[in-house]
């Protein structure tokens, strides 16, 4: 009886994908588990990796080979592959990350099997950088033991829990037709895994998040129109799946897209898209008046009247400044 399964998502990631599998081959429990690999059909060699390892490894790792690229970002791959789950848990990993602590899945599934009314684990992470910026620890000293949906929901978005960090309860058979619209598969799964359960932390180091341009985290443009709208639309889903609860603070997290589109690269120079845009920034944030009066200078008076104003200010001054130099 499979007790957890791990669920290796990938796309084009030949270069790291033995690594992934080869950290969650070295995994050792006292329970079986079985390793599913994804592959968003892959073009550089990926898939015939994840083949070889089934060669070597049958029945242990099982690759979820799809047929064609099926995109949003690689979250549909990930679906795809969580309807292979055999495992009361799962655990999840990008292809790109690994796991540096051969006990992380004994030590997850132990922390569940203890706290059932949990729905989720997810523990400490080292992040490393392609570009050389100094690898650090995802979370410092100060967290707590679990989290609820009160923490989670705020005008940010969560930022300290990796993918690599990540073992579910297996308690969603289908998820709603809004998550396979986004194109963030994170956020919004662990908002619904909250809402079943609080989440549960472990300090322990146990994985390694890589921040590389072969990443899925590299996708996210925040200067891009058709990202922002989806992160508009996966947070106004979220605002109702949530019955409006957190309707003030939500409203606000999603301003905070709406106020990145009026410099995204489709926006920039069009005046009537830019006026629209921040109008409705101006009724989710109910900004204070300093900033309030910023966006409407920038976006939402003409520039010719701006120019006009602005003459029209400064002509005392120049008048003045005029009549001490004739003098």
């Known amino acids: 009886m499979i007790k957890v399964s791990v669920t290796i998502i990938t796309y084009n990631q030949k270069n790291f994908i033995r690594k992934a599998i080869d950290s969650a081959l070295a995994q050792q429990t006292n329970f079986p588990f079985e390793i599913l690999v994804g592959d968003d059909c892959s073009t550089d060699g990926t898939r015939e990796i994840i083949q070889e390892y089934e060669r070597l490894y049958p029945g242990k790792v099982i690759g979820v080979l799809q047929d064609r690229n099926l995109g949003m970002n690689g979250g549909l791959n990930c679906l795809a592959t969580l309807k292979k789950v055999r495992g009361e848990y799962y655990a999840l990993m990008d292809g790109d990350d690994y796991w540096t602590d051969p006990l992380k899945l004994q030590k997850q599934a132990d922390f569940l099997d203890a706290h059932p009314d949990y729905s989720m684990a997810f523990h400490n992470a080292l992040i490393t950088y392609e570009d050389g910026t100094p690898s650090h620890l995802l979370n410092g000293p100060v967290m707590k033991p679990f989290y ?180």
């Not at 990443?215 to 996210?220: I, N, V």
Request: with cysteine.
């Open 148 to 327: 609820t949906l009160d923490d989670l929901i705020g005008e940010d978005e969560i930022w300290f829990m990796a993918t690599s960090s990540s073992m579910f309860r297996k308690l969603i058979d289908e998820y709603p037709q809004w998550f396979k619209e986004s194109s963030s598969g994170d956020i919004p799964r662990i908002i619904l895994k909250a809402k079943l359960g609080p989440i549960g932390y472990q300090p322990d180091v146990m994985s390694v998040y890589r921040k590389n341009r072969g990443g899925a985290s590299y996708a996210d443009n925040y200067q891009d129109e058709k990202f922002l709208r989806n992160r508009i639309a996966m947070y106004s889903a979220i605002n109702k799946e949530l019955n409006y609860k957190y309707d003030h603070v939500m409203r606000k997290n999603i301003a905070r897209y709406y106020r990145m589109m009026l410099d995204s690269k489709q926006y920039r120079g069009h005046y009537f898209k830019q006026l629209g845009c921040a109008l409705t920034w101006l009724n989710l944030a109910q900004p204070e008046w300093q900033k309030a009066k910023e966006i409407i200078r920038d976006y939402i008076v003409p520039r010719p009247l701006m120019k006009i104003y602005s003459t029209i200010r400064l002509m005392p001054y120049r008048t003045k400044r005029a009549y001490r130099t004739q003098k």
